[in-house]
């Protein structure tokens, strides 16, 4: 499965079966997830077999409620927004990598508790999120579509119109999970054909880790080979 593809069916599930994730699944999680600690400066570590950060006690609302999970990636980064960026980014290429694998997935910022014994976090550094992982008991629903391509792309060039491959990154953008599917980014085509993606004020939070997650979709669906002009 390539990564455009694994864009078009991955959708957030938060009920999974009680089934291992499986000791090759695992291996390939360890060496993609220390690619990224490594080029982004993360601190991702994957956490297996810990199944209190989802047993909780509090009944969430139909939002946010989990099940059956006890594998999650630890989204821990340096502290603030360029980190946060970065985490999602990073996470993000993760969350293609487990669809690819046949493993479902969900971000989760809010609704889980901390279990700190499970992963370390080092001075510098805070746990933005989880990254819920195992084998759906479905494979989720496409989220609704807020926003369309109108919304969120900018024409700031002299052409009257958009490229295709800068059309098929903003759709692939739009594909990307955003905490309580906010959609609250912009993609800025300029003059030179550098390409400026912007976080919009969000009361909820999360618009840089969502950024760095639209961000990793556009580059797969604008065409990395051809794309490199998205800065982090
Ligand atoms: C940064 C971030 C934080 C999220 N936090 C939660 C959460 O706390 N609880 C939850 O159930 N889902 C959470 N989600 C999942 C979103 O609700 C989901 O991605 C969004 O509704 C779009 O749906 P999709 O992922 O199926 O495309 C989060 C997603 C992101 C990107």
Not at 8 to 29: C, F, M, Q, T
Not at 57 to 69: A, I, T
Not at 93 to 102: E, S
Request: aromatic residues 10%; hydrophobic residues 40%; contains cysteine.
């Amino acid at each position: 499965m390539t990564e455009i593809e694994a864009i078009k069916v991955r959708h957030s599930v938060r009920k999974y079966l009680d089934k291992p994730i499986g000791a090759e699944n695992i291996e390939a999680i360890q060496e993609c997830m220390a690619l990224c600690n490594r080029e982004g400066g993360l601190h991702f570590q994957l956490v297996t077999d810990e199944p209190k950060a989802f047993r909780n006690g509090v009944d969430w609302p139909k939002y946010g409620k989990f099940e059956g999970v006890s594998n999650y990636i630890a989204v821990v980064a340096p502290k603030g927004s360029g980190g946060s960026e970065v985490a999602g980014y990073y996470g993000e290429k993760l969350v293609l990598l487990l669809q690819a694998l046949g493993l479902n997935s969900c971000w989760v910022g809010g609704t889980f508790k901390k279990v700190k014994e499970a992963y370390s976090v080092e001075q510098g550094e805070e746990l933005k999120a989880v990254i819920a992982v195992g084998y759906g008991k479905t494979q989720g629903v496409q989220h609704p579509q807020k926003k369309t391509v109108a919304d969120v792309a900018v024409n700031k060039s002299s052409a009257a119109s958009f490229p295709d491959w800068f059309l098929n990154g903003v759709e692939a953008a739009l594909l990307a999970p955003t905490a309580v599917n906010q959609q609250r980014f912009k993609f800025v085509l300029h003059e030179d054909g550098r390409v400026e993606a912007q976080a919009k004020f969000s009361i909820i939070g999360y618009a840089h880790l969502d950024l760095g997650i639209a961000k990793y979709h556009f580059e797969v669906g604008a065409g990395k080979e051809i794309f490199d002009r998205t800065s982090l």
